[in-house]
């Protein structure tokens, strides 16, 4: 089984999981339907590797919650709740997530996220909405606003994630959340 623990974001939950070890390695189940309910099924997954010094993100979706689980290596998630009318609108909050400690990460759309990997991750997330293109948005990783700390100086990044947009800019022209 699972245990749920809150995060200092409302919705953003941490799924800490159970290893079952034995003499071969060790079994882990990383997602089950009826740990998460009142949340929609989970219709794709995906594979994400990053070398070390990455960051990826900060990344929002109107439409689309994550279900984040590393597989090897370590990340640190900074996170951003860009919901109006949310218990923690504005509110910003980091996770350490790392293989050698099982747990997943639940992150609701609208919710700002993104992670800082120094030893390198490969990291599978699933999602409740098929990848479209048309659901893709971002803010700046370094808006001082955020008050994320990722413990980085000088991380190799993507051209969409060096031009992605202030805190401010965001909230002056912000898409729409159905």
Same mark, same amino acid.
């Given at each position: 089984?699972?245990?749920?623990?809150?995060? #200092?974001?409302?919705?953003?939950?941490?799924?800490?999981?159970?290893?079952?070890?034995?003499?071969?390695?060790?079994?882990?189940?990383?997602? %089950? $339907?009826?740990?998460?309910?009142?949340?929609?099924?989970?219709?794709?997954?995906?594979?994400? %590797?990053?070398?070390?010094?990455?960051?990826?993100?900060?990344?929002?979706?109107?439409?689309?919650?994550?279900?984040?689980?590393?597989?090897?290596?370590?990340? $640190?998630?900074?996170?951003?709740?860009?919901?109006?009318?949310?218990?923690?609108?504005?509110?910003?909050? *980091?996770?350490?997530?790392?293989?050698?400690?099982?747990?997943?990460?639940?992150?609701? %759309?609208?919710?700002?996220?993104? *992670?800082?990997?120094?030893?390198?991750?490969?990291?599978?997330?699933?999602?409740?909405?098929?990848?479209?293109?048309?659901?893709?948005?971002?803010?700046?990783?370094?808006?001082?606003?955020?008050?994320?700390?990722?413990?980085?100086?000088?991380?190799?990044?993507?051209?969409? #994630? %060096?031009?992605?947009?202030?805190?401010?800019?965001?909230?002056?022209?912000?898409?729409? *959340?159905?």
């Amino acid at each position: 089984m699972a245990e749920l623990l809150d995060t #200092d974001i409302h919705g953003v939950t941490l799924v800490a999981l159970t290893r079952h070890p034995d003499d071969r390695g060790s079994m882990t189940e990383i997602y %089950r $339907r009826e740990w998460l309910p009142g949340e929609r099924e989970m219709v794709q997954a995906n594979l994400s %590797r990053s070398r070390p010094n990455v960051l990826r993100g900060l990344h929002f979706h109107r439409r689309q919650a994550d279900y984040w689980c590393v597989l090897d290596g370590a990340a $640190r998630v900074g996170l951003f709740d860009l919901r109006g009318g949310s218990p923690t609108e504005g509110v910003s909050s *980091f996770v350490d997530l790392t293989a050698d400690d099982p747990r997943c990460l639940l992150i609701p %759309r609208g919710v700002a996220h993104g *992670f800082y990997t120094r030893p390198g991750i490969l990291l599978q997330y699933l999602v409740d909405e098929a990848y479209s293109g048309s659901d893709e948005f971002g803010v700046a990783w370094d808006d001082p606003d955020l008050g994320i700390d990722w413990g980085a100086a000088d991380p190799i990044l993507s051209e969409r #994630d %060096r031009s992605n947009p202030s805190l401010a800019d965001v909230r002056r022209n912000p898409p729409p *959340f159905p």
